[in-house]
Every structure is written in structure tokens, then in C-alpha cells.
């Protein structure tokens, strides 16, 4: 059993909000190690069956994102498209998103947006696959729809004040890509070499096109 606060973009007023709660967590995987031996044992399932399904959900990729992305910027019928219907549109390109719906929100030179989910870490793993560890920290989620403009800053995204911040909520029905706004001076290059510059993080509206967000601490130590 182990309790500690959460160093991510963690503010002297959020001492209970930030905490990271791990208590139980070495009960839980117990159980699971315990019941999957069971399961094969009794010959319920194989190993194979348990590694196919981790390969299907490590398979995804943000690169997958940044090919939609890239099309896009690219095709302007295919973006209106994109913003329409994001399941449909990811379908077109051969990526089948699995656990909801999928809402693109396009960032414009007045709106940015920005991905979190409050409850859990709700986020389109069958596209983009795991999402960042900040992501999922009780900070974050905590922070992201209270304070986003210093959340992004302490991310390295300052936001300028006349620019509209819109905070999109994930939940078990709808997930959540951000259409960022192509870098400037990259109107003569092809899909390909535009997708290079989709970054996961830009596709969470944590950091423009071309950047990561720039993390004020390193990765939490897991306890232990
Ligand atoms: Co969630």
C-alpha cells in the first residue's frame, strides 16, 4: 500500500485534488496474475488468445492520427468530412475506431481545444493507442478543466488571451482528436512530410503541431 501526491503540474491550493491514490493497487494485481493462470489452467483460454489481444491494443499508434490529420490539412472535402463524422472519416483511411464515437475538433486561429477526461482516461486507444502518463494523472484531469490556460502553460503552450479555450470532456460515448493548425510555411509539402509533424500531444491540444508538451517534471516513479 503505498500513497504519495502527484508531482505533475502539482499547485500549493490542489494538495487533496492531486493526490495519486495507488492503495490497493498491488491487491488488484494479484488477482489479475491469479485469475488468468486459473483460466488457462482450466483450459478456458490460451496464452496465445491473452497475447493476441495485447498485440491488438498495443497495434495503434499516434502516427495512425497524424495520417488523418495530414489528409486533412490536405483535402478540404475530406477535413468537412473529418469534422462530421470522425468514425466514418478515420474508416475511410482503414482505421476502425472501436470503443466510441469519434469527435474531431478542428483548433483555428480564434479556438483551441483541448482533451481530457475528468472520470478516468477516456482516449481513442484504438486510433492513438495508450495515452501519455500526464494524461491519466488525477492532477491533470483535476487541473485541465479548472485552470487550462496555466495548465498549458506550465505544458509550454502559452494560449494568447483573445484566443478561445474550449475544454472537451471525454466520456464512454465520445472520444476526442484535436485538429491542430498545419505549421506555418508547410503549404508545399505532401501528406507524408506534413505528417511528421503531428505530434500525439498536438492531437491532445496539450502542444501545437510540430511539438511535444514540454513536461515540468519528469515521469512520476511508480510505487513500489
Ligand atoms: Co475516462
Known amino acids: 500500500m503505498s500513497e504519495r501526491k502527484g508531482r505533475f503540474v502539482s499547485h500549493p491550493d490542489d494538495a487533496v485534488a492531486v493526490v495519486e491514490g495507488h492503495a490497493g493497487a498491488d491487491y488488484y494485481a494479484l488477482m489479475t496474475e491469479a485469475t488468468r493462470q486459473l483460466a488457462i489452467e482450466r483450459g478456458l483460454l490460451l496464452q496465445s488468445d491473452i497475447d493476441a489481444v495485447i498485440a491488438a491494443l498495443e497495434a495503434p499508434r499516434p502516427e495512425w492520427g497524424a495520417m488523418i490529420v495530414a489528409r486533412a490539412w490536405r483535402d478540404d472535402a475530406y477535413r468537412a468530412r473529418l469534422l462530421a463524422d470522425g468514425s466514418a472519416a478515420a474508416a475511410e483511411l482503414g482505421f476502425r475506431i472501436k470503443e466510441a464515437q469519434l469527435v474531431v475538433v478542428e483548433?483555428?486561429?480564434?479556438?483551441?481545444?483541448?482533451?481530457?477526461?475528468?472520470?478516468?482516461?477516456?482516449?481513442?486507444?484504438?486510433?492513438?493507442?495508450?495515452?501519455?502518463?500526464?494524461?491519466?494523472?488525477?492532477?491533470?484531469?483535476?487541473?485541465?478543466?479548472?485552470?487550462?490556460?496555466?495548465?498549458?502553460?506550465?505544458?509550454?503552450?502559452?494560449?494568447?488571451?483573445?484566443?478561445?479555450?474550449?475544454?472537451?470532456?471525454?466520456?464512454?460515448?465520445?472520444?476526442?482528436?484535436?485538429?491542430?493548425?498545419?505549421?506555418?510555411?508547410?503549404?508545399?509539402?505532401?501528406?507524408?512530410?506534413?505528417?511528421?509533424?503531428?505530434?500525439?500531444?498536438?492531437?491532445?491540444?496539450?502542444?501545437?503541431?510540430?511539438?511535444?508538451?514540454?513536461?515540468?517534471?519528469?515521469?512520476?516513479?511508480?510505487?513500489g
Open 107 to 223: 483548433n483555428t486561429p480564434t479556438l483551441h481545444n483541448l482533451i481530457v477526461c475528468t472520470l478516468c482516461s477516456c482516449y481513442p486507444r484504438s486510433l492513438l493507442g495508450q495515452p501519455p502518463w500526464w494524461y491519466i494523472s488525477k492532477s491533470y484531469r483535476a487541473r485541465a478543466v479548472r485552470e487550462p490556460r496555466k495548465v498549458l502553460a506550465e505544458l509550454g503552450l502559452v494560449i494568447a488571451a483573445d484566443v478561445e479555450l474550449r475544454v472537451h470532456d471525454s466520456n464512454a460515448d465520445m472520444r476526442y482528436l484535436v485538429l491542430p493548425m498545419p505549421p506555418a510555411g508547410s503549404e508545399a509539402l505532401d501528406e507524408a512530410e506534413l505528417a511528421a509533424f503531428v505530434t500525439r500531444d498536438a492531437m491532445v491540444g496539450a502542444a501545437l503541431a510540430g511539438s511535444d508538451a514540454k513536461m515540468p517534471f519528469g515521469r512520476p516513479v511508480p510505487p
